[in-house]
C-alpha cells in the first residue's frame, strides 16, 4: 500500500509536458478585431498547441462573430488544413435562428464539427430567452454538445450578465437530454462556488465545465474535483487570450490524482465529442 502511494506521488510530479496526452476543448481560430493579444500567437498557434503534447483542439472560428456564412467557410477550410487534429463547432447566434438551425442540420458530423457555441453576451440574449428554444430542442434530438461562453454575471462589464451559469439549471430540467459545457467553469471570483452547488443540485444531468481563460484560482479546481468528481471537466486555454502553458501547469500541479488529470486532460472531451 505504501509503495502504490509513493508512485502514485511521483507521477503527480511529472513536468515534461509530454506526459499527459491533451484535449483542448476550448480554442479560438482567426483574428477579433478588439483585441491585440491574438497577435502574440498570430501564425504560431497551432504549433504552440503541438509542443505541448495537444493531441486535438476543439475550436470556434471568430468569423462567426461577424458573419454565419464566412464563419463556416472559414471554419471548414482550416479543419481541411488540420484534418487529423482540429475539430470546430458552429455558432448559434439566436439573432438568426434560421440560418444558424440551418447550418447546424447541415453540417453536424461532417468536416469534424462536432459541437455548436453560444455566446450569450456578445449577442445580448440572456441564455433563458426563448431566441434558443430553436438550439435546446435540435442539440437534445440530436445529442450535439453545446458549449456557452459563461461567466459571474456581478462584475463591471454589464454584458457579462447574459451569460449567468447558473440560469442553465432551469434549461436543463426542462431538456434533460441536453449535453451542455459551462465555458470558463461559470465562473470568475467567488461565483465557481455557485456553480460547483448547480452541479451538486444537478448530479443526474450532462452538465460539464471547462478550465478556459482567466478563472484560475488556487485551489478551485482542487474544490471542483472534491466536490463534483472529475468526469464533468473538460480542459481547455482560450487561446489566444490565454498562455496555454498555464492552464497547462494548472492541471499538472494540481492536488488531484493521475485518473483525475487523465479525465480533465483528455478522456472527458474524447467521449463527450466522440473524437
Known amino acids: 500500500m505504501k509503495e502504490e502511494k509513493t508512485k502514485e ?37 497551432i504549433k504552440v498547441a503541438k509542443d505541448l503534447n495537444f493531441k486535438k483542439i476543439i475550436f470556434i472560428h471568430t ?9 463556416l467557410k472559414e471554419t471548414i477550410k482550416f479543419v481541411k488544413k488540420y484534418k487529423d487534429f482540429a475539430y470546430a463547432m458552429v455558432v448559434y447566434n439566436p439573432n438568426h435562428i434560421e440560418e444558424s438551425i440551418n ?8 468536416n469534424n464539427i462536432v459541437g455548436i457555441k453560444m455566446h450569450p453576451e456578445d449577442h445580448r440574449c440572456f441564455i433563458t430567452d426563448n431566441k434558443y428554444e430553436a438550439l435546446w430542442k435540435i442539440a437534445e434530438a440530436k445529442s450535439i454538445p453545446i458549449m456557452s461562453h459563461t461567466w459571474n454575471p456581478d462584475v463591471p462589464s454589464k454584458y457579462q450578465k447574459y451569460a449567468d451559469a447558473l440560469l442553465f439549471e432551469n434549461i ?6 441536453l449535453k451542455v459545457v459551462l465555458g470558463h467553469a461559470g465562473a470568475k471570483d467567488y ?3 455557485e456553480v460547483i452547488k448547480m452541479l451538486k443540485r444537478n448530479r443526474e444531468k450532462n452538465i460539464f465545465v471547462d478550465l478556459a481563460g482567466d478563472v484560475l484560482y488556487e485551489g478551485m479546481l482542487e474544490e471542483f474535483v472534491g466536490q463534483t468528481g472529475s468526469d464533468n471537466i473538460l480542459f481547455g486555454t482560450d487561446l489566444p487570450w490565454m498562455d496555454p502553458l498555464l492552464n497547462y ?20 472531451s474524447r467521449k463527450l465529442f466522440n473524437l
Do not use: M, Q, W
Open 172 to 177: 436543463v430540467k426542462k431538456y434533460p437530454g
Open 191 to 193: 461565483y465557481y462556488c
Open 103 to 110: 447550418i447546424i442540420e447541415e453540417h453536424y458530423g461532417k
Open 9 to 45: 506521488n511521483i507521477n503527480d510530479n511529472k513536468t515534461d509536458p509530454g506526459v499527459f496526452k491533451i484535449i483542448d476543448s476550448h480554442f479560438h481560430i482567426g483574428k477579433y478585431v478588439s483585441s491585440t493579444f491574438s497577435k502574440l500567437y498570430e501564425g504560431s498557434d
Open 249 to 268: 501547469i494548472y492541471v499538472r500541479d494540481a492536488k488531484i490524482g493521475i485518473k483525475d488529470k487523465e479525465n480533465i486532460f483528455y478522456e472527458n
Open 63 to 71: 468569423g462567426f462573430f461577424f458573419n454565419l456564412d464566412f464563419g
